[in-house]
């Protein structure tokens, strides 16, 4: 694992905050970006070459449920992280349930407190997790959180994603979110509303952008320029 983040000190309490199932986009299409990885992933075949993980070192006291609850539902609000993609005869599509229940994924927690080395153990086991992590086109979640206690006062929040589904600042942007449900539910304190806007909208975006004359005037100029 490259990278991990400190946040110290978090306590108290929690409360589940409940998401639900509203509706449904189907067989919409990639973006730019998002079919330069499909094809990569394809054209490579190897597991885990587009897949992006990090761990938070927390250390202090936590309140375990309730960032298990917080990560929940911060994920929840994330309508990429749950797409499934297909391809039919060279079609790639993209789809998924929106919003979704926060109670359809686990969050599994790791004590290690008892082994010699547990942090090396933990790495192992993230390690492992990043070994087998699913292809975009196997129809499997594509998304991961496992907490590792690895002292009385220490934990290891490890996340995984699909770089098909997050980029580099909305990772960052989902890890910070989900901080904050964590410090509203122990504070009990209103959640701020969410930040994410629907991923449907960048689609669409950049569909008319592809039928524009600013996308004609874009590739005039870059074949003139290649």
């Given at each position: 694992m490259s990278d991990?983040?400190?946040?110290?000190?978090?306590?108290a309490l929690s409360r589940q905050t409940d998401v639900s199932c509203?509706?449904?986009?189907?067989?919409?299409?990639?973006?730019?970006?998002?079919?330069?990885?499909?094809?990569?992933e394809q054209t490579?075949?190897?597991?885990?070459?587009?897949?992006?993980?990090?761990?938070?070192?927390?250390?202090?006291?936590?309140?375990?449920?309730?960032?298990?609850?917080?990560?929940?539902?911060?994920?929840?609000?994330?309508?990429?992280?749950?797409?499934?993609?297909?391809?039919?005869?060279?079609?790639?599509?993209?789809?998924?349930?929106?919003?979704?229940?926060?109670?359809?994924?686990d969050v599994p927690v790791h004590?290690?407190?008892?082994?010699?080395?547990?942090?090396?153990?933990?790495?192992?086991?993230?390690e492992d997790?990043?070994?087998?992590?699913?292809l975009a086109d196997q129809g499997e979640l594509l998304f991961s959180h496992q907490l590792f206690q690895t002292s009385h006062t220490q934990w290891l929040w490890y996340q995984r994603f699909h770089h098909l589904c997050v980029d580099g600042y909305s990772f960052m942007a989902?890890?910070?979110?989900?901080?904050?449900?964590?410090?509203?539910l122990i504070s009990k304190q209103v959640i701020p509303a969410t930040p994410f806007e629907p991923f449907d909208e960048t689609i669409t975006e950049y569909q008319h952008y592809l039928n524009s004359d600013a996308c004609q005037k874009d590739k005039a100029f870059w074949q003139h320029y290649i």
């Amino acid at each position: 694992m490259s990278d991990h983040s400190h946040y110290a000190h978090f306590s108290a309490l929690s409360r589940q905050t409940d998401v639900s199932c509203t509706s449904t986009y189907k067989n919409m299409a990639l973006n730019g970006t998002q079919m330069g990885i499909w094809f990569g992933e394809q054209t490579a075949g190897s597991t885990g070459l587009y897949t992006v993980a990090h761990y938070v070192e927390i250390n202090g006291q936590l309140d375990v449920t309730a960032l298990q609850a917080a990560i929940r539902q911060g994920l929840a609000e994330v309508d990429t992280i749950h797409a499934q993609f297909s391809d039919a005869d060279g079609q790639v599509n993209q789809s998924w349930v929106w919003p979704v229940q926060n109670d359809t994924f686990d969050v599994p927690v790791h004590d290690l407190t008892e082994h010699r080395d547990p942090v090396r153990i933990a790495h192992l086991m993230m390690e492992d997790d990043l070994a087998h992590a699913p292809l975009a086109d196997q129809g499997e979640l594509l998304f991961s959180h496992q907490l590792f206690q690895t002292s009385h006062t220490q934990w290891l929040w490890y996340q995984r994603f699909h770089h098909l589904c997050v980029d580099g600042y909305s990772f960052m942007a989902i890890t910070r979110r989900v901080l904050d449900i964590y410090n509203a539910l122990i504070s009990k304190q209103v959640i701020p509303a969410t930040p994410f806007e629907p991923f449907d909208e960048t689609i669409t975006e950049y569909q008319h952008y592809l039928n524009s004359d600013a996308c004609q005037k874009d590739k005039a100029f870059w074949q003139h320029y290649i």
